[in-house]
């Protein structure tokens, strides 16, 4: 079956400007996770979801950035006024619930955002 | 709060022999600990992953790990190197329930392979 899936792969824009990374989860898994990974460093978590609602905000740095998930399925991560500091690769992972600490997260390929 | 520690950022073996890349946590609670692999680009991949249920763990592509509480040590091996297990390869670990639910990752090693 199909994977997590990730678009745009590359996003370059400019500083100040908003962007929009999307995410299609696999179909079925309920929890829905974001995690930023800058250059030379592992992945860092951002939000996750568990159906439609939040779970669990606290990686979000400041609130330039906000996460949905209107219908549980696609998650849509969004940054107001973006600063070079955003540029890294934004990746997203799904699992079968967020219940089960042991239950596998799949991750996307990520999408590279550049900030000019 | 949970944590792990990846020391050296980069290792270089050659091919056919041991591999070696070490973890070592921090955590709280009775801890889950996982091993992914995130090739050139391409996603992360689950390697492996420590449940409680025995503590030496086997994974794909021939990799192990076993958890060592009195070290607080997730080291994961491989009897043999390959040319294609050269990547990035990141220890994570995670909580419980609820708002431990999240993956905390160590900063990753390198692993190149020499001929």
């Known amino acids: 079956g199909a994977g997590v899936s990730q678009t745009p792969s590359n996003k370059v824009t400019e500083k100040g400007k908003y962007v929009e990374l999307r995410c299609d989860p696999i179909?079925?898994?309920?929890?829905l996770y974001w995690y930023r990974q800058s250059l030379g460093q592992g992945p860092e978590f951002l939000i996750y979801?568990?159906?439609?609602?939040?779970?669990?905000d606290s990686g979000l740095p400041n609130d330039r950035f906000f996460a949905v998930r209107p219908e549980g399925s696609v998650s849509t991560l969004k940054i107001q006024r973006t600063e070079r500091g955003d540029s890294a690769v934004y990746l997203c992972?799904?699992?079968?619930?967020?219940?089960?600490?042991?239950?596998?997260?799949?991750f996307g390929p990520g999408t590279r955002l550049t900030v000019l | 709060a949970q944590s792990v520690t990846q020391l050296g950022s980069h290792v270089s073996v050659s091919e056919g022999a041991l591999v070696l890349l070490r973890c070592n946590y921090s955590?709280?609670?009775?801890?889950?600990l996982f091993w992914y692999v995130q090739y050139p680009n391409q996603g992360l991949q689950l390697l492996l992953k420590?449940?409680?249920?025995?503590?030496l763990v086997k994974g794909i592509n021939g990799f192990e790990a076993e958890f060592k509480k009195s070290e607080t040590s997730f080291h994961l091996t491989k009897p043999s190197a390959h040319m294609s297990d050269a990547a990035e390869y990141f220890c994570?670990?995670?909580?419980?329930?609820?708002?431990?639910?999240?993956?905390?990752f160590g900063k990753g090693i390198t692993l190149s392979v020499r001929p």
């Open positions: 955590s709280s609670v009775p801890p889950y």
């Open positions: 179909s079925g898994h309920t929890a």
């Open positions: 992972a799904s699992s079968r619930t967020a219940g089960a600490p042991y239950n596998e997260q799949f």
């Open positions: 979801f568990q159906g439609t609602g939040a779970a669990d």
């Open positions: 420590y449940t409680s249920a025995a503590t």
């Open positions: 994570a670990v995670r909580g419980a329930t609820g708002a431990n639910s999240k993956l905390t």
